[in-house]
């Protein structure tokens, strides 16, 4: 992922500025409570004032549709977004040229002209077109209630996450206004109620905008908005989509009637607002759904339901998931404040609750943005307000697309890996014409990028985009699915796309004639320039990790199916003759296969590709190969702890994986801080990425539980800072769950339960012992047992 708004742009003044402010804090928690009410829950984000800016609004969604509520009292905004409205079509990036030019390519790589060759890349090499397509918005509904001028008190607006329910209350001349908002998975519609504490004051505008050139805003009947249209081009792609977002109004105790392309009420006790969305997309290469048939459809199965059942179910299908998992870091006089106070002061203010809330938050938004039937989470999850998002809003899977599915098997969250595995299957299929026809190779590769229409050729210029391993990365997702449920009808519906990638990369990888190894040639160590004219070149160390660990796990999967014997030989053949890792001349890891890093154009860059093997692999051990992880150490000293949002996140769960934890919550401090957390506690990169958000919630995982095949470590990196805690639900590899309680730094309390029957080695304090699991059985784990 590009810098684009990075530490580097960020000017001292308002890196300061923030700082001041919490510096000017902490307020009295204890006299804002005595003026608020009473104590807030600790699983909701609450705020004195609307929300002024769109990292200031709260998110909700259904997996495919979105919102994003700003509070408003006179005129209260709801963003919206549906996870298929993209711009563009259907469309063939491969170049016809590569195939033909990559072999002078590699030759130029292997002689060292790197910037001929970046130029040669782009030439002749690179995807036609050059960009991929956006993630667009739906548009905007207002609500504006003119009639609101009188001073207003008792403002809180907030976010129950346990609930998945956005609420504004406020008071205006005597009258308590409320507005709920949620976005139900079971009925597939937003929905809204607006009430008053007299009867009568309900009254105001509703309509409809959106930033897409080809739509229109139209009444039905006297209780119905429609807005539809056709989703922008991109480039020279046309438009292929056609969408709609169809509003009903129910009033109740007054009346509503058309006005032109808008809705007014009048005198009404209640307001229900059901919005639905939807696009014609049915598939990367199908266009031919109908939104029209889809959204009325769905308004007319919601109208018939009051909005308390609406609610109720949306509220009971989200705790299905949500509730497994339950935190305790800890508690302070500073969880009484405004969730947007605490991020202000929270480097500076004992706050471990405001962890375990962010540890929440990032499950909740996943749970809201990437559902069974949906797209997968994409660099903004599911929330764009733009028709120029930062960096498209695509899926970036040099690391960012990766990261934002981190927590979710640990987590236990494995229904929302769902839409990834679809989007793998796809680019499986698209792939493989890249594959064919780029590369002349079997099987299938994906690139740094993917967008709606699952392109997978090389994209935005050769130094970024001309990194064979996208696909290769996404494999492990399919593999850690299988390992944390351990079933095996899955694993045969995923092994050929396993095989197909390890295919690729049997076909394509080159004799090094430096060493004889074999190496990935061309490629570059994710964005990352080398120091010596370009970012292209063989053999960078990501690629050497990710291709073990594909390798690795395809071999399992072909002897646990009892399939391809001789392909998995050939398989585990060529891993051996893979380059190894290097340990440079400072003490560090290597990330090329010379040893350049002091050399590289950033010292300080975000990406850390080359540590892939200690995390999210499990390659590099601090108890298994120690040398190595000592390599590691020094490769993040020499890199630095501040850095972008999702790259602070990396680094938190690397030096969680090290085992210190004073040092990993020093990481997360900077992490949850206002430079890198926005007031809604969405992620700075800045601008707003998610990945930043689903890496911090599987960075605490990481400090309290890590697990490796069938090893499983309990408080590896226990913060000084949680001194008491615990945490239940959390998932371990073969269908494990551990709950776990800790007190002055110490385990008092854990068990271990299995669907499966086998072994397992749990670790704790240097100490291990052996569990034997049977299915459906707690199994307590007592702290003396490790001593003994």
């Known amino acids: 992922m590009r810098l684009k708004h990075g530490l580097a742009d960020m000017t001292r003044r308002g890196a300061l500025g923030s700082l001041s402010i919490a510096a000017a804090l902490p307020i009295t928690p204890r006299a804002w409570t005595a003026a608020r009410g009473p104590r807030p829950s600790p699983l909701t984000l609450w705020y004195t004032q609307p929300a002024a800016v769109w990292t200031e609004a709260l998110p909700v969604g259904n997996g495919r549709l979105g919102a994003m509520v700003f509070g408003g009292t006179a005129h209260e905004r709801l963003q919206l977004n549906e996870d298929s409205l993209w711009g563009g079509g259907p469309y063939d990036p491969v170049n016809p040229a590569a195939k033909a030019n990559l072999p002078e390519l590699r030759r130029m790589i292997f002689a060292g002209q790197y910037a001929e060759a970046e130029a040669f890349a782009n030439a002749h090499v690179m995807a036609t077109p050059l960009r991929q397509a956006s993630y667009k918005s739906v548009g905007d509904l207002a609500i504006d209630m003119p009639g609101l001028t009188g001073a207003t008190t008792e403002y809180r607006r907030s976010l129950d996450i346990d609930a998945a329910l956005a609420e504004t209350r406020f008071t205006i001349d005597g009258v308590t206004y409320t507005r709920q908002v949620i976005a139900s998975p079971i009925d597939q519609v937003i929905a809204v109620r607006l009430s008053a504490s007299r009867p009568g004051r309900i009254a105001g505008r509703l309509s409809f905008t959106s930033p897409e050139k080809a739509s229109q805003s139209v009444s039905e009947g006297t209780d119905t908005l429609v807005l539809s249209g056709r989703n922008d081009p991109e480039g020279a792609i046309p438009g292929a989509l056609r969408f709609e977002a169809r509003l009903r109004a129910r009033a109740h105790g007054g009346k509503v009637r058309a006005e032109g392309n808008a809705l007014v009420v009048e005198g009404a006790d209640e307001l229900i607002l059901l919005i639905a969305m939807a696009t014609s997309y049915r598939r990367y290469n199908d266009v031919s759904g109908d939104p029209t048939a889809i959204t009325r459809a769905q308004i007319a199965k919601a109208s018939a339901r009051p909005f308390a059942a609406i609610a109720a179910d949306a509220a009971a299908e989200h705790r299905r998931l949500f509730r497994r998992v339950a935190i305790d870091l800890g508690r302070t006089a500073a969880a009484d404040l405004p969730t947007d106070v ?116 090389p994209i935005d210029g050769a130094k970024f985009g001309l990194w064979p391993m996208g696909g290769a990365w ?315």
């Open 342 to 457: 605490r991020i202000k002061q929270s480097e500076t203010v004992a706050d471990p609750a405001l962890a375990a809330l962010y540890f929440q938050y990032g499950r909740y938004l996943l749970i809201s943005c990437s559902r069974p039937g949906g797209q997968p989470a994409n660099l903004q999850g599911l929330w764009n307000e733009s028709p120029h998002p930062p960096w498209g809003g695509k899926y970036t899977i040099n690391i960012n697309t990766e990261m934002n599915y981190w927590p979710a098997e640990p987590a236990a969250l494995p229904e929302c890996v769902e839409p990834l595995i679809q989007l793998v299957r796809d680019i499986a299929e698209t792939g493989a014409r890249t594959a064919r026809e780029m590369y002349g190779a079997r099987g299938w590769v994906c690139h740094h990028n993917i967008d709606l229409w699952r392109a997978t050729a």
């Open 474 to 788: 996404l494999c492990t997702h399919l593999w850690a699915h299988y390992d944390y449920n351990r079933d095996r009808a899955y694993l045969a519906s995923v092994y050929p796309i396993l095989r197909g990638a390890s295919l690729f990369f049997l076909d394509t990888l080159q004799v090094d004639p430096r060493t004889g190894h074999l190496v990935t040639n061309p490629s570059m160590s994710p964005e990352n320039g080398h120091g010596h004219g370009s970012s292209l070149i063989y053999a960078p160390t990501m690629d050497m990790e990710i291709l073990r660990d594909l390798f690795d796990q395809t071999v399992a999967a072909a002897d646990i199916l009892g399939q391809d014997a001789d392909l998995a030989k050939q398989v585990a053949d060529t891993r051996a003759r893979l380059l190894p890792l290097q340990i440079g001349s400072q003490g560090q890891l290597q990330e090329w296969p010379m040893d350049w890093d002091m050399e590289a154009n950033d010292l300080h860059h975000r990406h850390v590709s080359h540590l892939y093997g200690l995390f999210p692999s499990h390659q590099i051990d601090v108890v298994r190969t120690p040398e190595l992880a000592q390599a590691v150490k020094k490769s993040l000293e020499i890199r630095g702890d501040k850095a972008t949002g999702w790259a602070t996140a990396w680094r938190l769960n690397l030096w969680a994986r090290l085992g210190d934890g004073d040092h990993a919550y020093a990481i997360l401090s900077f992490l949850l801080g206002p430079e890198r957390t926005y007031p809604n506690m969405f992620d700075a990169h800045p601008p707003f990425q998610i990945d930043g958000n689903f890496g911090g919630t599987s960075g605490i995982t990481e400090m309290l539980m890590q697990c490796q095949d069938d090893i499983i470590d309990l408080l590896p990196a226990l913060p000084s800072a949680w001194p008491t805690g615990s945490v239940s639900g959390l998932r371990a590899r073969g269908g494990c769950t551990i709950d776990l309680a800790w007190r002055d730094g110490k385990l008092v309390r854990a068990t271990i339960a299995g669907k499966e029957r086998g072994r397992r080695t749990v670790r704790y304090a240097g100490h291990s012992i052996v569990v034997d699991i049977v299915p459906g059985t707690a199994v307590p784990l007592r702290p003396a047992r490790f001593a003994a």
